[in-house]
């Protein structure tokens, strides 16, 4: 059998208080406070979702550097260059951390 490995990373599972929510019987399926059935953004989707998507929107070939490592390095030294850089870096980087923080405390427990 081949499957996806991304359920086995901690941010992409659908583990929901210790418990893996992965299969026909038991979907990663929840209701929401107001009683609607939705799809669990597992951390990974949030992070997509929520981040990087505005910021693929802004540079739209973010997604061909591969691994997301060196994309990080690219990122780290465009806050040394001249010009704008620094300043995007920082706008950057102050938008996630908010979002970053979050996380954890939300996923302390887990």
């Given amino acids: 059998m081949i499957e996806h490995g991304h359920r086995y990373d901690k941010v992409n599972s659908f583990d929901v208080n210790g418990h893996e929510r992965w299969s026909a019987e038991e ?61 995007d870096a920082a706008v950057c980087v102050a938008k996630m951390l908010p979002y970053a923080m979050r996380v954890a405390v939300s996923n302390r427990g887990t």
């Fill in 27 to 87: 979907p990663p399926i929840l209701k929401s406070k107001d009683g609607e059935e939705r799809l669990y953004e597992c951390i990974g989707t949030r992070f997509l979702i929520r981040y990087l998507n505005g910021l693929d929107a802004r540079y739209p070939f973010v997604d061909n550097v591969k691994p997301f490592s060196r994309f990080l390095k690219i990122f780290g030294a465009s806050a040394l260059t001249l010009g704008w850089g620094p300043l």
